[in-house]
């Protein structure tokens, strides 16, 4: 099934409202403003969202330290608020710095209604946050017409399964 363009800022924003009742349902924002400031990013902060995705960085001044980032892990796995828990254990991935952010990663799953989301979380210092932060503006300052062909894609991607990302498609 394809959708129109002016259906697709609709269920966009349904995915946006539907990742909104989550945040909201599991306090998950309040549970890790205990860490660092919380930034929303992607998708859910362009109001962008194709399906159950949720990007974000707890951003702090210093860089977090491993240690640290087993300990919030710890910590969120104890609430018991989502399906699944992982970490990323690949700390000397070639791709930090450029296609993923210098920091470390937490993902969490959860299902609701028979969807699969999943929370990416990166635990990043203020420095990193902002060298990633350059396309800001421009994602702002996106027209309706760029928007809908945003989503388009996205819908595309999605129904054919392909392996591009969001930001690929920006």
């Not at 998708?43 to 951003?59: E, F, P, Q, R, T």
């Not at 699969?116 to 635990?123: A, G, L």
């Not at 060298?131 to 388009?152: C, G, I, P, Q, W």
Request: hydrophobic residues 30%.
């Amino acid at each position: 099934m394809t959708i129109k363009n002016s259906d697709t800022l609709i269920v966009s924003s349904r995915w946006k409202q539907k990742a909104d009742n989550l945040l909201a349902k599991t306090d998950f924002v309040a549970d890790l403003s205990r860490y660092g400031t919380v930034h929303f990013t992607g998708a859910y902060k362009y109001n962008l969202m194709m399906h159950g995705d949720i990007d974000l960085s707890v951003v702090r001044e210093r860089p977090f330290t491993t240690e640290e980032v087993f300990n919030i892990f710890k910590d969120l796995y104890f609430k018991g608020k989502f399906r699944s828990y992982f970490i990323g254990g690949d700390w000397d991935d070639p791709r930090k710095g450029r296609e993923f952010p210098e920091g470390y990663y937490v993902g969490l799953k959860e299902k609701i209604d028979g969807e699969r989301w999943k929370i990416d979380v990166w635990f990043v210092s203020e420095k990193e946050y902002e060298k990633r932060s350059t396309d800001e503006r421009r994602m702002n300052n996106l027209t309706h017409e760029e928007r809908a062909l945003v989503l388009s894609c996205k819908e595309h991607r999605n129904n054919h399964k392909l392996s591009i990302t969001g930001q690929e498609i920006y």
